[in-house]
């Protein structure tokens, strides 16, 4: 009888552990099935839809009454409640990374490139949409600015916000390719609907990047980074939520 339940107890424990192995290797197929999907998905798309093509425009009649935030809407992060606290008086952008020329611009020398406003949807992956004017500077301007490295391929932001709203929790951070960083509705948002970016939409500075969903948009940058590759960032899929298995490529 001792015998007969140790051999059943092994059956078992063997049984698990081939079943757990088996879960890991459909995740693994799945995975890499998903991220073959989203890069055909990204080259069909490239192939079909001109690198400058224009989201849509719409008139300020249009504007919504109520554009819904996304994602945080009031970090409470130390370094961002200081800068909040003066009204940004002390906040600088910092571009480095893979490039000949590191930035360090407040928002009084952003101001002072030449700006531009578009009228635009946000499509959030959760299904709604809102539409606002928004006015920021592009980003080709500052990407050309700092000077490219010839092995730069990705833009990073990484903002003040962490999801959880603690101290040291991991802030929220998007990465782009150069096609879309280079677009020429890519913008680095500070005015929404002629006023101050407000801060549950992103202040003080927002990126507006119009061919793609809502969660790439990020929101409250303090830092964008030039690299060749983001595997070394998070958990190495290029996006907060695309480290929680979002797509890295929300073209629309």
Known sequence: MNRRRWLIGALATAGAAALSACDRAVYAVTDQARRMAEGLTRRAQRLVVPRDALAPTYSKAEISPDFRPNGSVDPAASDYLALKANGFSDYRLVIDGLVERPLSLG?????????????????????WTSIAEWMGVRLETLLDEAGLKPEAR????????ALD???DGERYYESIDLIDARHPQTILAYLMNGETLPVPHGAPLRLRVERQLGYKH???IRRIEVVESFAHLGRGKGGYWE??????????
């Open 218 to 220: 990020a929101k409250y």
């Open 154 to 161: 990705y833009v990073v932001f990484h903002c003040f916000d």
């Open 243 to 252: 480290d929680r298995g979002y797509e890295w490529y929300a073209g629309i």
């Open 165 to 167: 709203q603690r101290e």
């Open 107 to 127: 928002l009084a020398e952003l101001k002072r490139r030449p700006a531009q406003t578009q009228i635009t949807k946000h499509d959030c992956v959760e299904g």
